[in-house]
């Protein structure tokens, strides 16, 4: 069975920063972020998605989480989703 992996990033609705990861299950993820499981995010949720990309491999998803995690890919990012940011 093929594998993908996910981009995704999720908005704390707690102090409504961004939070940029991969997995190849993501509404798994979400859940372990949203139970306090993921160290990083502990103390920021809840979450809630607002973007999320697929790959069919490891290593694009990794390559494509640096980038996105950079000043270009954060602007890239509020860009892509400027219409949900102003709701």
């Not at 798994?28 to 995010?41: D, Q, Y």
């Not at 998803?61 to 950079?70: G, I, M, P, W």
């Amino acid at each position: 069975m093929k594998s993908y992996y996910y981009i995704y990033v999720l908005k704390s609705l707690r102090d409504g920063m961004f939070y940029t990861g991969y997995t190849n299950n993501i509404n798994r993820r979400l859940a372990e972020h949203n139970k306090g499981i993921v160290i990083s995010t502990k103390n920021r949720n809840p979450f809630k998605l607002v973007y999320w990309e697929g790959c069919l491999n490891k290593q694009d998803a990794t390559v494509r989480e640096k980038y996105l995690k950079t000043a270009w890919g954060k602007r890239y990012i509020k860009n892509r989703i400027k219409n949900y940011l102003q709701i």
